[in-house]
């Protein structure tokens, strides 16, 4: 059979010119399409096995790291296709609080420089199929010679060294199903918030420890998580001791408002998504009807907010279920803790609860020296002349309408003298 073949085919090479032809002219287009396709596929196979690259989009922290990062890089200085990254920008910062300039980072598309000597291929684009209302899903792409991966991991070390070393603290909120970076507030010292002596450093020490306590946890098989529950009166400042905790610890705060939050899954998901080492904040707790009630039913009945299908069931498998994260704290607020339900903050789910009182003598005049540094003689007669328990917000806004002595409100001598036994008392 073969034989007959092979002169078959002898026979069609001498005798039919047609056959030769085609077989001449299929030769010649497949060693041309061979020769064309050549270099591609020897750059497809340089670049998969002499190069390696790293992908990160922006539902991941690091994105933010490697957009700093390119910021500051000089070919950004160079480059024609930039886009503007930056939410506000105030030309007096001394005026409008904190400012938050503008940068300028690599454009959609591909751009190539170098780096510490080594190119590098960047590319950039938004997914517009995965995009979601105001969350546009972006992606980076960084491809560099050579097969370790040593030189991208410095990079990321020191685009992520760039924003550690920014002493503002991050603020992320959910919105569209991802987090999303919402602000950088100014670093707050711990003792620009007016706390019972002892309640500040109780709150640092605990929190100090529980970052760096991840091997404790894990050789005693424990879960690595712990909670925070602050309570207290309106205005007595646990926001404000979350975002000093935040600034002393150098962590993000994530904000997550259970209003918006529409089923248990989503739930699920912005708890998972919130990364180790950071603070997950939920504010106002006890307004929310899922934190009373085991069932969306019921939340919906008492026409609540925070409601949709979401259950208390699922924000306890939130906090602590199998899937549940770990590594990050978590700090619930609460005017009114004796209305939530018991198992929301049982001892695994809260384990520390810090009570946020009123203002007594001794913090009023703290505060007062907060506001006049060096006046002691008038921080106690001031704390003397408020006569009564008092919440920091109102406070300060008295301190802020401006200075009580200079309006004429100044106690009389015996008055300043009974202000200082109370002090003493109280110290």
Request: net charge negative; glycine share 8%; with cysteine.
């Given at each position: 059979?073969?034989?007959?073949?092979?002169?078959?085919?002898?026979?069609?090479?001498?005798?039919?010119?047609?056959?030769?032809?085609?077989?001449?002219?299929?030769?010649?287009?497949?060693?041309?399409?061979?020769?064309?396709?050549?270099?591609?596929?020897?750059?497809?196979?340089?670049?998969?096995?002499?190069?390696?690259?790293?992908?990160?989009?922006?539902?991941?922290?690091?994105?933010?790291?490697?957009?700093?990062?390119?910021?500051?890089?000089?070919?950004?200085?160079?480059?024609?296709?930039?886009?503007?990254?930056?939410?506000?920008?105030?030309?007096?910062?001394?005026?409008?609080?904190?400012?938050?300039?503008?940068?300028?980072?690599?454009?959609?598309?591909?751009?190539?420089?170098?780096?510490?000597?080594?190119?590098?291929?960047?590319?950039?684009?938004?997914?517009?199929?995965?995009?979601?209302?105001?969350?546009?899903?972006?992606?980076?792409?960084?491809?560099?010679?050579?097969?370790?991966?040593?030189?991208?991991?410095?990079?990321?070390?020191?685009?992520?060294?760039?924003?550690?070393?920014?002493?503002?603290?991050?603020?992320h909120d959910w919105r569209d199903g991802h987090w999303q970076f919402s602000c950088r507030k100014r670093p707050r010292p711990m003792d620009s918030v007016i706390l019972p002596r002892g309640q500040a450093d109780r709150l640092v020490a605990d929190a100090q420890w529980f970052f760096k306590a991840g091997e404790w946890y894990a050789e005693r098989g424990i879960?690595?998580?712990?909670?925070?529950?602050?309570?207290?009166?309106?205005?007595?400042?646990?926001?404000?001791?979350?975002?000093?905790?935040?600034?002393?610890?150098?962590?993000?705060?994530?904000?997550l408002n259970l209003a918006s939050v529409s089923q248990d899954s989503s739930l699920m998901e912005a708890f998972a998504e919130v990364p180790q080492d950071a603070i997950l904040l939920v504010e106002d707790i006890d307004a929310i009807r899922i934190a009373k009630s085991r069932t969306g039913d019921a939340a919906k009945k008492d026409g609540s907010q925070g409601?949709?299908?979401?259950?208390?069931?699922?924000?306890?498998?939130?906090?602590?279920?199998?899937?549940?994260?770990?590594?990050?704290?978590?700090?619930?607020?609460?005017?009114?803790?004796?209305?939530?339900?018991?198992?929301?903050?049982?001892?695994?789910?809260?384990?520390?609860?810090?009570?946020?009182?009123?203002?007594?003598?001794?913090?009023?005049?703290?505060?007062?020296?907060?506001?006049?540094?060096?006046?002691?003689?008038?921080?106690?007669?001031?704390?003397?002349?408020?006569?009564?328990?008092?919440?920091?917000?109102?406070?300060?806004?008295?301190?802020?309408?401006?200075?009580?002595?200079?309006?004429?409100?100044?106690?009389?001598?015996?008055?300043?003298?009974?202000?200082?036994?109370?002090?003493?008392?109280?110290?």
């Open positions: 059979m073969y034989e007959q073949f092979y002169q078959w085919l002898s026979t069609q090479f001498v005798d039919n010119e047609m056959f030769i032809g085609v077989i001449t002219a299929s030769s010649i287009g497949t060693a041309l399409y061979m020769a064309r396709a050549f270099p591609a596929t020897l750059w497809r196979l340089a670049l998969r096995y002499a190069s390696v690259t790293l992908e990160v989009d922006n539902t991941d922290p690091g994105f933010g790291w490697i957009k700093v990062w390119l910021s500051r890089h000089p070919y950004v200085r160079r480059s024609r296709k930039l886009r503007l990254s930056g939410r506000q920008y105030r030309p007096d910062a001394g005026q409008s609080g904190d400012s938050e300039a503008w940068d300028m980072v690599p454009g959609e598309g591909r751009h190539v420089f170098l780096h510490r000597g080594r190119p590098v291929m960047l590319s950039y684009w938004i997914d517009e199929e995965n995009s979601k209302g105001s969350f546009l899903r972006q992606h980076f792409h960084l491809r560099t010679v050579g097969r370790s991966q040593d030189f991208l991991r410095v990079l990321v070390s020191e685009a992520a060294a760039l924003c550690t070393d920014d002493e503002h603290v991050q603020v879960p690595y998580r712990r909670g925070f529950l602050f309570s207290g009166p309106p205005g007595t400042g646990k926001s404000s001791v979350v975002l000093a905790l935040a600034s002393h610890l150098g962590k993000p705060v994530y904000a409601g949709g299908l979401t259950t208390l069931s699922g924000l306890l498998n939130a906090i602590d279920g199998v899937a549940a994260p770990e590594g990050r704290l978590l700090v619930m607020t609460s005017n009114h803790p004796e209305h939530l339900d018991p198992a929301l903050i049982r001892p695994g789910r809260i384990d520390l609860h810090e009570w946020f009182d009123l203002l007594g003598p001794d913090e009023i005049r703290r505060m007062f020296l907060r506001f006049h540094p060096g006046r002691d003689a008038d921080a106690m007669r001031f704390a003397h002349s408020i006569g009564r328990p008092i919440s920091p917000a109102e406070l300060q806004c008295m301190l802020l309408a401006g200075d009580p002595f200079e309006a004429g409100d100044v106690p009389d001598t015996d008055a300043a003298k009974a202000a200082q036994e109370d002090l003493v008392e109280v110290g």
